[in-house]
């Protein structure tokens, strides 16, 4: 049974750090492209970050690059985001994602749309105050 469980979230004021965990089971976690989507209340689940099987190429969204950090290590079966100089506009619903990774290079990260993944947690809440 594949499972994505999500951790860290909570509430922070503007300017502060979260970082969120993803632990895996139940698929083979090294084959797999890992990523990060948020949603806010009202809008549509959107892109964060995605990082390859290696780890050797990530992408992130424009609206975090240069503060979120998305890592992982295999032997944990764990993804995690470092979120800092985090703002209001962060405020969402976090979510873990998956998909088989085919292929090699930065390609295999540009892929920024929910229907491209294959496997899902139940997301945890990030709240940043201003």
């Known amino acids: 049974q594949v499972q994505l469980v999500e951790s860290g979230g909570g509430l922070v004021q503007a300017g502060g750090s979260l970082r969120l965990s993803c632990a895996a089971s139940?698929?083979?976690?090294?084959?797999?492209?890992m990523a990060w989507f948020r949603q806010a209340p009202g809008k549509e689940r959107d892109f964060v970050a995605a990082?390859?099987?290696?780890?050797?190429?990530?992408n992130y969204a424009n609206s975090v690059k240069g503060r979120f950090t998305i890592s992982r290590d295999n032997a944990k079966n764990t993804v995690w985001l470092q979120m800092n100089s985090l703002k209001p506009e962060d405020t969402a619903v976090y979510y873990c994602?998956?998909?088989?990774?085919?292929?090699?290079?930065?390609?295999?990260?540009?892929?920024?749309?929910?229907?491209?993944?294959?496997?899902w947690g139940q997301g945890t809440q990030v709240a940043v105050s201003s």
């Open positions: 994602a998956a998909r088989l990774q085919v292929g090699f290079g930065t390609v295999v990260v540009d892929l920024r749309s929910t229907g491209e993944y294959d496997y």
């Open positions: 139940g698929f083979t976690f090294s084959s797999y492209v």
């Open positions: 990082i390859s099987w290696s780890g050797g190429n990530s």
